[in-house]
Each structure stands twice: as C-alpha cells, then as structure tokens.
C-alpha cells in the first residue's frame, strides 16, 4: 500500500490567495482526519470525516477554512483568503475504523504551507 | 476536559542507555493512550498504545510505555538508546469513545541519542 498520499508538499503563495490541499487516504480506512502543526500550538485537529462524512469540524479555526470529502478515496482542505498565520505544516491522517477513533491513524508526510 | 502533558521539551541520552519520554494525561473516564514518533520532514508514525489489560505496553523499534493509574502517567521508554531513535515523540490520549471523541496530542519531547 501506498500509504496516506499529500500533494503538494510544499506550497508557497501569497497572502489573499485560495490554497487547496489534498489527500488520499489509505484505501479501505472510513477515517480521515486533517491536522495542523506548528511551533506554537503544537499538533491540532481541524477536522474529521467517518466515512465521508464530516464529524466535528470545530478545530476548523475560522470560516476561511473548509474541507470536503467527495468520495472514500479523496479529500481536500481549502483555505481561501489565505493569511500569513496559516503558515504551517498540514497532516492528513486516516484510520480503519475496525475500533472506532481507537484505531491507530497513519499519516500522510504533510504539506508544508508558507503564505508570504 | 481531556488533557496530555509532556514535561520535558527535550530529553538528550546516550547511545546504549535506556530512555525514558514522560507523559501524564488527564480524562474523565478510562484513558486510551497512545504514543507517535516524527522523523524530520515526515508525518507521525504510529509506536503503541494502551487502551486495555496489561499494564506495560511493547510497541515497534524496542519501545514500550508503563500505563499507571494512580500516577495517571504513560512513560515511554526502551532499554537501549539508538542513534537513529533521535526525533520528536508525541504522546496522545482520548477519553472513553463516543461519536465525538478526539485524539488530543502532547506538545512533542525531542529526543536526542548522541553516540
């Protein structure tokens, strides 16, 4: 298996501009998660979906941010406009979801974001 | 609230001793506790993790943690120290499961092996 797949890796833009991340989780997994880390706050939650549907949304930190995920095998996260504080690294993750959110969640290399 | 705390920003050793990353957590029901390791430039890799029975919990690479209650600690350690175990370790905990429930993870120990 392939693993959790991220594109880009690296996304430099500039401030105001619509920044798309995307994922593919591990086929079969009825989990994906996205997060993001930084030196300041650490690892942070933004979002869950089971099963392509979005759980609990409430990491999201504001209504510039949005995720989707159309289908099992594809989901993205949007930032639109984008702002210098967005800067960081963004990891998806997905688990199987034999035991729920106690499955072990495999991550993605992330998407490292610099808005200038 | 559930919370997790990782006292020490950074942890140094020597190679061949053993190692110990601290972790204490805080939840309202049972814990289940998990501990990830992060190479530079890569995402988190699953270690181990406790969510029932024994106490001491063996993972991948040589690693194990101590689930105790009474000190509401998950200490990660190993034996003997290898260079190539240097990265960031984060420890995480959730509480009892539910539609909600959420993965809360430490702010992350660097370890550093030195030869």
């Known amino acids: 298996d392939a693993g959790v797949i991220q594109s880009p890796r690296h996304e430099v833009t500039e401030m105001g501009q619509e920044v798309t991340l995307r994922c593919k989780p591990i086929?079969?997994?009825?989990?994906l998660f996205w997060y993001r880390q930084t030196m300041m706050r650490g690892l942070e939650l933004l979002i869950y979906?089971?099963?392509?549907?979005?759980?609990?949304d409430s990491g999201m930190p504001e209504d510039r941010f949005s995720a989707k995920m159309p289908n099992a095998s594809f989901s993205t996260l949007k930032i639109q406009p984008s702002e210098p504080r967005d800067s960081a690294v963004y990891f998806c993750?997905?688990?199987?979801?034999?035991?729920?959110?106690?499955?072990?969640?495999?991550f993605g290399p992330g998407t490292r974001l610099t808005v200038l | 609230a559930q919370s997790v705390a990782q006292p020490e920003d950074q942890v140094n050793v020597a190679e061949g001793n053993p190692l110990t990353v601290k972790c204490t957590y805080s939840?309202?029901?049972?814990?289940?506790l998990f501990w990830y390791v992060q190479y530079p430039n890569r995402g988190l890799q699953f270690l181990l993790k406790?969510?029932?029975?024994?106490?001491l919990v063996k993972g991948s690479y040589g690693f194990e943690a101590e689930f105790n209650k009474s000190q509401t600690s998950f200490h990660l350690k190993k034996p003997s120290a290898l260079v190539s175990d240097s990265a960031l370790y984060f420890c995480?905990?959730?509480?009892?499961?539910?539609?909600?429930?959420?993965?809360?993870f430490g702010q992350g120990t660097t370890l550093q092996v030195k030869p």
């Open positions: 086929s079969g997994h009825d989990y």
């Open positions: 995480a905990v959730r509480d009892e499961p539910g539609n909600t429930g959420k993965l809360i």
């Open positions: 406790y969510i029932t029975g024994d106490n």
């Open positions: 979906f089971n099963n392509n549907v979005p759980i609990d």
């Open positions: 993750a997905s688990s199987p979801g034999t035991v729920g959110l106690l499955d072990t969640q495999y």
């Open positions: 939840v309202s029901g049972n814990p289940y």
